[in-house]
Each structure stands twice: as C-alpha cells, then as structure tokens.
C-alpha cells in the first residue's frame, strides 16, 4: 500500500502565469460538475504604523 507524502506541494505547470490562472473565476459548469479549487490569497500588510 502506497502512502501520500503529507509534505506534498501544490504546483502549477512550468510557464504558467501563476497569479493570472489563480484569478480567473471558475464557469457556471466548472461548478456545478465540482471541477473547480478554491483559491485563498494572504497577503502582508508593510506598511510601518508608527
């Protein structure tokens, strides 16, 4: 039996724009056929309060 590395990555083909295919919005039927990801974006607030 063959376990999956829980330390596994996800990746995007090479030479794919990563940021531009991460944004686009999933179709109507991509949908409702559930062939979609949900994507979560973080980002850092730099800016200096003081």
Do not use: C, F, H, W
């Amino acid at each position: 039996m063959l376990k999956k590395k829980q330390e596994e990555q996800p990746s995007v083909a090479p030479g794919v724009d990563d940021r531009e295919e991460l944004e686009l919005d999933a179709t109507k039927e991509d949908i409702q056929s559930g062939n979609y990801t949900e994507v979560t974006t973080l980002s850092l607030d730099e800016a200096d309060p003081s």
